[in-house]
């Protein structure tokens, strides 16, 4: 009969458990979380479902200034991105896709850079193949829909009116829905 301990062996049971557990934790949050809409009253920043979308100055790849106001009258899906940010990658062939199946019907779709250079950008819209318009943000946007997630859309209806607001990468479905209100 041994007289060893059988704590050591207990202890490393123990300690592959709770290795396993941290292992799944760990590749659980890797992944994406579902796409939450905001509603209702919900905000980002001073924009609010159901009220006027504020007004931002935004800069063309050509330097010139433009406006949402320039917009009126038509249903606006602003999204707001990165070149570096990954989730923006991923929706940018569903922005695309839809924006062509839906510009004949008035849609306008302003992609929204986040403060980078035109030399950076360009490249970036060549490899997506966006024909949409994209703009350049020198912070005024990100401030005004006080930006705390990349990517973000913004829907916007024929009268200015703020019909959907999502944080985060936005699945074909959820896409989809978000225009229904506005188109």
Same mark, same amino acid.
């Given at each position: 009969m041994?007289? %060893?301990? *059988?704590? &050591?062996?207990a !202890?490393?049971?123990?300690a +592959? @458990?709770?290795?396993a557990i941290? $292992?799944?934790i760990f590749v659980t949050?890797?992944? *994406?979380p579902?796409? #939450?809409?905001?509603?209702?009253n919900q905000?980002?920043?001073?924009a609010?479902? !159901?009220?006027? +979308? ?10 010139? /200034?433009?406006? =949402? @106001?320039a917009?009126r ?7 707001f991105f +990165?070149t570096w940010?990954?989730?923006?990658k991923e929706?940018?062939? %569903?922005i695309e896709?839809r924006?062509?199946?839906s /510009? +004949? *019907?008035g849609?306008? #779709?302003?992609? #929204?850079d986040q403060q980078e250079?035109?030399a950076?950008?360009k490249p970036f819209? $060549? *490899? =997506?193949?966006?024909r949409y &318009? #994209?703009l350049?943000?020198?912070g005024q !946007?990100?401030?005004t ?16 009116v703020?019909?959907f607001?999502?944080?985060? %990468?936005m699945s074909p ?6 225009? @229904?209100?506005i188109l």
């Open positions: 041994s007289t %060893e301990p *059988r704590a &050591p062996v !202890g490393w049971i123990i +592959a @458990a709770l290795f941290a $292992a799944v949050s890797l992944q *994406r579902a796409a #939450v809409p905001l509603t209702g905000t980002s920043g001073s609010r479902v !159901g009220m006027a +979308a504020p007004d931002v100055d935004l800069v063309g790849l050509d330097g010139r /200034h433009v406006s =949402f @106001a917009y009258g038509k249903p606006v899906w602003v999204n +990165a940010c990954p989730p923006c929706e940018l062939p %569903e896709k924006y062509q199946l /510009h +004949a *019907r849609l306008v #779709v302003l992609g #929204v250079t035109p950076l950008i819209i $060549a *490899r =997506f193949g966006l &318009p #994209v350049i943000d020198n !946007g990100a401030i829909y006080d930006l705390i997630a990349l990517p973000t859309s913004v829907f916007i209806d024929r009268n200015g703020v019909r607001i999502q944080l985060g %990468e479905l959820l896409m989809d829905t978000a225009l @229904a209100k």
